[in-house]
Each structure stands twice: as structure tokens, then as C-alpha cells.
């Protein structure tokens, strides 16, 4: 029987994290949850996860080429610089080709910029991302045509 492919060890969620609540707290998390049709690790796991983003600086932005979509995390450098930090749910489309570091994660001056750089890397084959991410927040979206 096939099953799910064995994930990466960067990927895997093996670290628990323990959060002592009152019982009110709890009953407020697992109300929130239901009313999604979630369980709570699902709910609370991408609302914890962008609020430490926002924490440290970084911006996470929606790119859709077609019916491709990705996610983008920019990192913010200076006043009006960030740098594209990481793509999620990205395969290299030629695993063969080397492309610098510099040409994949450039500066870019607005969240709109690393948004159409991404595209153009999609446009290109340079990478491939999965379709229809989602990932459980509200997003900044870019949509463009193929």
C-alpha cells in the first residue's frame, strides 16, 4: 500500500511544545478550533508560527503563476530593503543547474518586487512549486497569468 513519502528531516514536526494555560484559555483555543472543523495543533501551529515571524521581522506574502501557488518569507534588512529568506513548498524544477544564491534570493525594496521576481523564477522552470498551499493565515496575495 502506498502511503505519504517520508518527509525531510528539516520538515519533520517531531519538537513538542508544551504551553500551561488556564482552564478558561483552554476552553477558548479548543472553541476556536472547533469552529474551524480543525484540531487545535492545526489551528494553533500557523497562528503561533506568523505571530513569531512578525516577532523577528519577517513578511510572508501568497505567489500564484496559474494554478501555481507558493509562499515567500522576506526578511526585513533595513528601512524599505528585505531579502527573499526562503520559498516554501518549492522543488528545484533541474536539479542539475546551479543557480546562485544571489539570483534566487535577491534584495527587493517591497513585498510587490519579490512577488514578481518570483514569478519570473517560476515562469523560467528555474523552480516548480506545488499547487493550491495553504497555510492557514491570511495572506498578501500576488496572482499572475502564466
Known amino acids: 500500500m ?3 513519502p517520508t518527509k525531510e528531516p528539516g520538515q519533520k514536526m517531531d519538537i513538542p511544545l508544551r504551553i500551561m494555560l488556564t482552564a478558561e484559555q483552554d476552553r477558548l483555543i479548543r472553541k476556536a478550533a472547533a469552529k474551524k472543523g480543525i484540531d487545535v495543533s492545526t489551528w494553533a501551529r500557523p497562528t503561533l508560527l506568523e505571530a513569531a515571524r512578525k516577532s523577528v521581522g519577517i513578511e510572508r506574502i ?4 496559474g494554478e501555481l501557488e507558493t509562499v515567500v518569507d522576506l526578511v526585513q534588512l533595513d528601512e524599505g530593503k528585505f ?14 543547474s546551479k543557480v546562485p544564491a544571489r539570483e534566487l534570493f535577491p534584495e527587493v525594496s517591497s513585498a510587490e518586487e519579490a512577488a514578481n521576481h ?21 495572506l498578501e496575495r500576488f496572482d499572475f497569468p502564466d
Open 83 to 96: 531579502r527573499i529568506k526562503r520559498f516554501d513548498c518549492l522543488l528545484p524544477s533541474r536539479p542539475k
Open 118 to 138: 518570483v514569478a519570473d523564477l517560476i515562469r523560467k522552470g528555474i523552480i516548480r512549486p506545488d499547487s493550491g498551499f495553504n497555510t492557514g493565515v491570511e
Open 62 to 65: 501568497a505567489v500564484r503563476v
Open 2 to 4: 502506498a502511503g505519504r
